[in-house]
């Protein structure tokens, strides 16, 4: 059993960075690739970011890409989701996912088995 914990929202301006952290408990983190989701209001969850297991390979979607890096410590069973140049946009409850047992970075919802409870980050003036 994998547990997530998300940290690290809170309400920025336009232009703004903020980093976002994901304790995970459990043996197994290193073996399990990792992505980052949000939701905005009206809308469904959809895809950030995901990091393979060891790290060596990330994804991002369109709408973040090189305004947000993601990365993770093995040693400390965290992951990170950096977010630069933050616009309203942004604004969401982001959730960090495990794909326990799945090693190779995704894109897809579905091959992720574990969730956290989610941190609000809102990007408003």
């Known amino acids: 059993q994998v547990q997530l914990e998300e940290s690290g929202g809170g309400l920025v301006q336009p232009g703004d960075s903020l980093r976002l952290s994901c304790a995970s408990s459990?043996?197994?983190?290193?073996?399990?690739?990792m992505g980052w989701f949000r939701q905005a209001p009206g809308k469904e969850r959809e895809f950030v970011a995901t990091i393979s297991s060891g790290g060596g390979s990330t994804g991002y979607a369109d709408s973040v890409k090189g305004r947000f890096t993601i990365s993770r410590d093995n040693a400390k069973k965290t992951l990170y989701l950096q977010m630069n140049n933050l616009t309203p946009e942004d604004t969401a409850v982001y959730y960090c996912a495990a794909a326990v047992g799945r090693p190779y970075t995704s894109s897809l919802e579905y091959r992720y088995n574990s969730w956290g409870q989610g941190t609000q980050v809102t990007v408003s003036s």
């Open positions: 459990g043996r197994t983190f290193s073996a399990n690739a």
